[in-house]
């Protein structure tokens, strides 16, 4: 694809080639708004490289408290029982894949192929739909939490939770975790003791900004904002493809001689995907 | 339309035929074949090996590993940034690296300090 001649609209500037930075050529050989699209793109990777990395600052100081993403997010549609992390790799798999029919999309407007962008930039939106959805689904099951909810205890913060097998899934009888106060993880507390904790505390379910059955609220926060953020990064997204969508079907850029507005919203898709695999490793794998 | 002369309306004259583009469209379907392998492999290490204590460091560095590889094949064949010229690439590539570099040691160091001082969990949401 390198092979690509530089399209010049301008034949009288071509002897301006010998010094592309003596002006009155584009020494990076794009065009404006494609070169614009990637400014907003990196000053948007800013963005959520630090947010991912303030994440990643208390997750540190709070490393040894911190909920594992496989016993909070294993939730999977049409299924009661638990696989961790199936249905995030299917939501990562389903951006791929729509990352991809954008990019065919691209290809078709490369050559002209009215019928074909449209057909690719479709799926798009439809896969763009797809993860909106997914997300929508796994926040209600954050939100809602377990039957069995977790205590918040009279602090205020800390909170007791079930103990959970971590091959089955399955909650062990009348066994606890708290915070240990020596940094050391949780400890297990059961019997009178766990009767003890319990009389001051609340019973609480699933997570929101004040409190998160699975553990740290800071956990909860960074979910909200990290995920949410991206999310309404997707959402834009399909309705910028849906627009533009409507300029392929009315024929703007058949006009125009080129498909470079399906390029930049494409730009656009591929970043939220990129984000997405920083999201993913972040919060879902480590 | 008015074509300006004095500005790229149009970067890269990327209109190709359906020989090339079958050619293209072969290329994306293979990243798309690894990024999806890639993601099979952190998933399937995911579920056997994360709570296994001895296999955090493995699995930290390798899941951050494969992140980046996958963000590489976005970045590059999806986003086209191979075909842009090398000064464009670094234009945009090296401030990222250089600031998010920084940021992320920085954060990183200063975060394990606190979590080493941190008085107990009754107040973990004094920072």
Redesign the interface.
């Known amino acids: 694809m390198a092979s690509h001649a530089v399209h010049h609209t301008a034949p009288s500037h071509s002897d301006h080639s010998a010094n592309p930075w003596g002006g009155g050529t584009s020494p990076f050989k794009i065009s404006y708004g494609k070169m614009m699209m990637w400014f907003f793109l990196l000053s948007d990777a800013f963005t959520f490289s630090g947010l991912l990395t303030a994440y990643g600052f208390m997750r540190h100081k709070y490393e040894d408290i911190w909920p594992t993403a496989g016993d909070v997010f294993t939730h999977f549609p049409f299924y009661s029982g638990h696989i961790e992390l199936a249905y995030v790799a299917f939501m990562t798999f389903i951006l791929i894949a729509s990352s991809v029919t954008m990019v065919l999309a691209v290809e078709a407007g490369h050559r002209m192929d009215r019928k074909k962008v449209q057909l690719w930039m479709v799926w798009t939106i439809v896969g763009g739909l797809i993860f909106v959805g997914s997300q929508a689904w796994e926040w209600y099951h954050f939100i809602h939490g377990t039957p069995q909810g977790a205590y918040l205890l009279a602090d205020g913060v800390t909170v007791m939770r079930h103990k959970i097998d971590p091959h089955t899934h399955v909650l062990e009888e009348g066994a606890f975790l708290v915070p240990a106060n020596d940094r050391s993880g949780f400890v297990e507390v059961a019997g009178a003791e766990a009767a003890k904790l319990k009389e001051t505390a609340t019973h609480i379910h699933g997570a929101n900004l004040k409190h998160n059955e699975y553990g740290i609220p800071l956990f909860a926060n960074f979910f909200f904002f990290i995920t949410g953020f991206h999310g309404f990064h997707v959402f834009s997204g399909v309705i910028i493809n849906f627009l533009i969508f409507l300029g392929v079907v009315n024929g703007t850029y058949e006009k125009r001689g080129h498909y470079e507005m399906v390029e930049k919203s494409g730009l656009y898709w591929h970043f939220v995907d990129l984000v997405w695999v920083f999201v993913f490793t972040f919060f879902y794998l480590l | ?1 008015d ?16 020989t090339e ?1 079958k050619k ?2 072969t ?3 293979k ?2 074949a690894v ?2 392998l890639i ?2 492999v ?2 399937a290490m ?2 056997m090996w ?2 296994d204590e001895s296999m955090r460091a493995v ?2 560095y390798s ?2 590993l ?2 980046l590889v ?2 590489g094949g ?2 590059w ?4 940034m ?4 090398k ?2 690439q670094y ?2 590539i090296v ?2 690296f250089v ?2 570099g920084y ?2 040691f920085i ?2 160091t ?3 300090y ?2 080493t001082i ?1 008085p ?6 004094g ?1």
């Open positions: 339309m074509v300006r002369d004095d500005v790229y309306e149009y970067s890269l004259d990327n209109h190709h035929g359906e583009g293209i469209r290329l994306f379907l990243v798309l990024l999806s993601t099979i952190e998933v995911g579920m994360s709570r699995l930290k899941f951050i494969m992140t996958k963000a976005i970045t064949y999806f986003m086209h191979g075909d842009e010229k000064t464009f234009v945009v401030p990222f600031m998010i940021l992320i954060a990183l200063e975060a394990t606190l979590g941190r107990s969990v009754e107040n973990y949401l920072f």
